[in-house]
């Protein structure tokens, strides 16, 4: 049994008792929080797609841990000019664990 879900623009796939990041989420560690938007469902070989969310269907995570990735480094260079330019970005994150998919 799994589900697809949008957040924060970006599709997940969730299953039970995993443990994912997210994208920043303002919570408090040890809160519970639900998703409903879900996309897509499978159990048993039967499949639910939403139109465009599936409703009646609802999943429960817990906030374990807020953080930043590693350090990504970027740089701009001109050739021949003299020019070089150099960024860093630490994206924050959220991980999340889940506990069940109520259907």
């Known amino acids: ?3 697809i879900i949008i957040n924060g623009g970006k599709q997940y796939k969730i299953i039970e ?3 994912l990041r ?3 989420i303002k919570n408090k560690i040890g809160e519970k929080i639900k998703f409903e938007k879900i996309i897509l469902f499978v159990k048993n070989k039967r499949i639910k797609i939403g139109n465009p969310f599936i409703k009646n269907i609802i999943i429960e995570a817990e906030i374990i841990n807020h953080g930043k990735d590693k350090k990504k480094k ?3 260079f001109r050739r021949r ?3 070089l330019k150099r960024k860093g970005h630490r994206q924050n994150y959220t ?7 109520i259907n």
Do not use: L, P, S, T
Not at 95 to 101: F, G, L, N, P, V
């Open 1 to 3: 049994m799994y589900a």
């Open 17 to 19: 008792n995993k443990v």
């Open 22 to 24: 997210f994208e920043k």
């Open 74 to 76: 970027i740089i701009k």
């Open 81 to 83: 000019k003299h020019q």
């Open 95 to 101: 991980e999340i664990k889940i506990i069940k998919i």
